[in-house]
């Protein structure tokens, strides 16, 4: 069994930052990625961040230049450096923990972002 937890979201203005952090917990055996998705009202959850085991990253294109995910393999938790945020960053965002046997979700943090 494997827990998620993510934390660090709250309300800021746009131009504002945010660090969020996730750690997965439980019986893990390996991690090939982690990674950080989003889903606002009305929308799919869409990816927003991802960094594999060897330190490789990839963005999408909305967040490139204002968030940065890093990783602490030895604590198992991934980060979401997020900066010059704008009121289209709301959403309710979420961390997935991927490897060989294990694709799991936490409940999610909530970011509001205020013009």
């Known amino acids: 069994q494997v827990q998620v937890v993510e934390s660090g979201g709250g309300s800021v203005q746009a131009g504002g930052s945010l660090r969020l952090s996730c750690t997965a917990s439980g019986t893990i055996f390996s991690i090939k990625a982690m990674a950080w998705y989003r889903q606002a009202p009305g929308t799919q959850r869409e990816l927003v961040a991802r960094?594999?085991?060897?330190?490789?990253?990839n963005y999408a294109d909305s967040v490139k230049g204002r968030f940065t995910i890093s990783r602490d393999n030895a604590k198992n938790t991934v980060y979401l450096q997020i900066n010059s945020l704008k009121p289209e960053d709301t959403a309710v965002y979420y961390c997935?923990?991927?490897?060989?046997?294990?694709?799991?979700w936490g409940q999610g943090t909530q970011v509001t972002v205020s013009s």
């Open positions: 960094i594999f085991s060897g330190g490789s990253t």
């Open positions: 997935n923990v991927n490897g060989a046997v294990l694709n799991a």
